[in-house]
């Protein structure tokens, strides 16, 4: 998931501990920020993302529900806010890839400040994906050899059904507000370019199956299947390279020694996250 700036300090995340009835509120900066003080289990069962275009009338909508709108609205005040500060003629505007060439020569060694600088997105995005590599882990390991002696298959499927909403709620919030910046200059995060649109692709592939994921999860929590070990994690297997090879490959694209290559510090500055 993205980090969404300071605008969402006001804003509170609800987090469910799978082994106890309390609830724990965040405020979004923290919870995407520093998550620390969240465990991976905890940071993962967060609530479900609303797919575009679906409504619900307020009256109807749930605590979660409510958090997912709370969520998408903290985004558009970010995009907003980009759009509006690109606009202030006193500020660094960003330029079209298409107006400023990708420098070929070598370039100048970074000092460390701005190395620092250049990989500011890397790292926040590289610890977002270190929960969903720890997540995975967790319920894989569940499935070849076994499950925490003290957690019940309900909780389990609890973590996995959290693993599938946090996911698309990442992919999702990245492909409305993040990589459409990004893809200003970046052919990775770009969505119609043939050649590359690495990025998006991948998120295709991944949905493919993280899509079946989740029907099997939820299947077997409502009771409408047996779990059966061996087919939930073929069906993880079938997924397990590209979404790997995902995490770690955007987070290359986000790295200092390639960001500079598009981008200017300043014009950096203005890329909420």
Request: with cysteine.
């Amino acid at each position: 998931m993205l980090g969404l700036s300071r605008l969402a300090s006001k804003k509170l995340f609800r987090v469910h501990t799978c082994n106890t009835q309390n609830t724990t509120f965040f405020p979004i900066s923290i919870f995407l920020r520093s998550t620390a003080n969240v465990t991976v289990s905890q940071a993962l069962r967060v609530v479900s993302w609303k797919q575009a275009g679906t409504t619900t009338p307020k009256a109807a909508m749930s605590a979660d529900d409510t958090l997912c709108e709370q969520v998408k609205v903290v985004a558009e005040d970010n995009a907003k806010m980009l759009d509006a500060t690109s606009k202030d003629a006193e500020r660094p505007q960003i330029q079209l890839e298409s107006d400023r060439k990708v420098e070929e020569k070598p370039l100048p060694k970074l000092t460390a400040a701005e190395y620092k600088a250049y990989n500011r997105l890397a790292v926040i995005m590289d610890q977002y994906h270190n929960h969903f590599r720890a997540t995975w882990t967790e319920i894989v390991t569940g499935l070849r050899k076994s499950r925490p002696k003290n957690q019940s298959l309900r909780q389990f499927l609890s973590i996995a059904q959290g693993f599938c909403r946090m996911l698309d709620t990442h992919h999702n919030i990245e492909e409305s507000y993040f990589f459409p910046i990004l893809a200003k200059k970046m052919p990775a995060f770009q969505k119609h370019n043939k050649e590359h649109g690495e990025m998006i692709a991948h998120h295709r592939q991944i949905h493919k199956g993280l899509e079946k994921f989740e029907d099997y999860v939820n299947a077997c929590k409502s009771g409408e299947k047996d779990f059966v070990a061996s087919d939930m994690l073929e069906i993880m297997e079938s997924f397990e390279k590209i979404l790997w090879q995902h995490l770690d490959e955007e987070v290359q694209q986000l790295g200092a020694e390639n960001m500079r290559k598009y981008w200017t510090l300043e014009e950096l500055k203005m890329i909420p996250m």
